[in-house]
């Protein structure tokens, strides 16, 4: 079955970076874009950007432009969200999902558990 | 940029009554391109809704979705306990996904 687990909660301070892994199995890695969203604490869901595993093509929402950078290591069906110049406000529960498609309707359908990364000083 | 804006913002309902969620865009969306999530509290997102209406596998069909253009609604026709939840429309656009605010259904 389709698995997306993420790496343990992070706690990082105000400027550093942070990355989080998301492993996926069950399927075949790079035939499906994975993608990454966040939710801030008691907040909606805020999305962030994809990559195609297959080719490493990347694209950011433009709110996170210049700070997020998603990678992926195809021997072992792991993508990564990297975030730097961390804030205060980026503390948040970060989500991977994978896309898939049904005739030409796209949606996420799979997800990961959450990774949680606090930004504190 | 689409702008998704739903209402209400929080639905207080009773379990067996009847929720009517709406979801609507700033600029025309394609109906393949709007999906609707589910999400309890303490987890992970969950696709209850594609395409507008087609459901997603395993998801009731006491859920239902409808809509086009830039009106879109998801409808719970008799409330279980575990529907009471946060509902995301989310619509994909310009090679990006974008999500509305939300709505809460609770319980009265």
């Known amino acids: 079955q389709v698995q997306l687990v993420q790496s343990g909660a992070e706690v990082k301070k105000p400027g550093a970076s942070v990355r989080v892994s998301c492993r996926a199995s069950g399927y075949t890695f790079t035939g499906y874009y994975m993608h990454w969203v966040r939710q801030a604490p008691g907040q909606g869901l805020d999305y962030m950007g994809w990559i195609n595993p297959n080719s490493g093509v990347t694209n950011y929402a433009q709110k996170f432009q210049g700070r997020v950078t998603l990678t992926r290591d195809t021997s072992i069906s792991t993508a990564y969200m990297e975030l730097s110049r961390l804030r205060s406000d980026d503390t948040a529960m970060y989500y991977c999902?994978?896309?898939?498609?049904?005739?030409?309707?796209?949606?996420?359908?799979?997800w990961g558990q959450g990774t949680l990364v606090t930004v504190s000083s | 940029d689409i702008v998704l804006t739903q209402s209400p913002g929080t639905l207080s309902l009773s379990p067996g009554g009847r929720a009517t969620l709406s979801c609507r865009a700033s600029?025309?969306?394609?109906?393949?391109?709007l999906a609707w999530y589910q999400q309890q509290r303490g987890q992970a997102p969950r696709l209850l809704i594609y395409g507008a209406s087609s459901r997603a596998t395993g998801i009731p069909d006491r859920f239902s979705g409808s809509g086009s253009g830039t009106d879109f609604t998801l409808t719970i026709s008799r409330l279980e306990p575990e529907d009471f939840a946060v509902y995301y429309c989310q619509q994909y656009g310009s090679s990006l996904f974008t999500f509305g605010p939300g709505t809460k259904v609770d319980i009265k």
């Open positions: 999902a994978r896309d898939s498609f049904v005739d030409t309707a796209i949606f996420l359908d799979y």
């Open positions: 600029q025309f969306v394609r109906s393949n391109s």
